[in-house]
């Protein structure tokens, strides 16, 4: 399916770096949505944007910085994270929050 | 915290019907029943939903129990490919925190030749 694309697929980066994760959705949805799963863990909601307002924030640390800028694209910022934020990230769209969410493939991150 | 119960693991044989159960006893008049599956390492691929009447698409059914408080999904002809965790969650159906998704852990399926 590729309703809903990801880039990168899989991401290694240092904890001083610097990275963003993209996500496009083309199915003309308004609502998206950042996801984590860490290991052996549920998927954790981490922010939701309602036409390219964020409208949850799940007490997510301030080292991810969202940013909607239509309602097409969801970037997620990342800067001097750690280890244990290495996980399966994962962005969503839906069409209104209260309707179905269809998902992406994920970024693979990695912080060494 | 999920408000559903499933089997951690389940088996089953290559091209018979995969029923997998969820309970749900403490859902509410306004909550719908959602299956989502997720393959190792992807993201989790929707299935199917249905709050009081039985669904069908062209993936799955969804059995509803008349008093709402569990459900079956079924599989018809499972196979190999079919083998995932697949998640029951409970949603209202508008916005808000409460309309989140909330995954547990789901059941693992795994489809033997």
């Known amino acids: 399916e590729t309703g809903v694309t990801q880039t990168p697929r899989h991401l290694v980066m240092g904890m001083t770096n610097k990275k963003s994760l993209k996500c496009e959705q083309h199915l003309g949805h308004n609502a998206m949505y950042w996801y984590k799963q860490s290991a052996k863990k549920p998927l954790e909601l981490m922010f939701v944007?309602?036409?390219?307002?964020?409208?949850e924030n799940n007490s997510v640390p301030s080292r991810f910085s969202p940013e909607c800028p239509n309602s097409s694209h969801l970037f997620l910022h990342l800067h001097t994270l750690q280890p244990e934020d290495s996980a399966l990230y994962l962005c969503?769209?839906?069409?209104?929050?209260?309707?179905?969410?269809?998902f992406g493939p994920g970024t693979r991150l990695l912080v060494l | 915290d999920a408000k559903t119960t499933q089997p951690p693991s389940m088996d089953c044989a290559e091209g018979r019907a995969a029923n997998l159960p969820c309970n749900h006893s403490t859902i509410s008049g306004n909550e719908y029943v959602y299956w989502y599956r997720q393959i190792h390492s992807q993201g989790p691929q929707y299935i199917i939903h249905g709050l009081k009447n039985n669904e069908t698409n062209e993936m799955a059914s969804l059995i509803i129990t008349e008093d709402r408080k569990s459900s079956t999904l079924i599989l018809p002809h499972a196979t190999l490919r079919d083998t995932a965790v697949y998640y029951c969650?409970?949603?209202?159906?508008?916005?808000?925190?409460?309309?989140?998704?909330?995954f547990g852990k789901g059941t693992k399926l795994s489809v033997k030749p």
């Open positions: 969503a769209s839906s069409g209104e929050v209260e309707e179905t969410q269809y």
């Open positions: 969650i409970v949603r209202v159906a508008y916005g808000g925190s409460q309309g989140n998704l909330i």
């Open positions: 944007y309602n036409f390219k307002e964020q409208t």
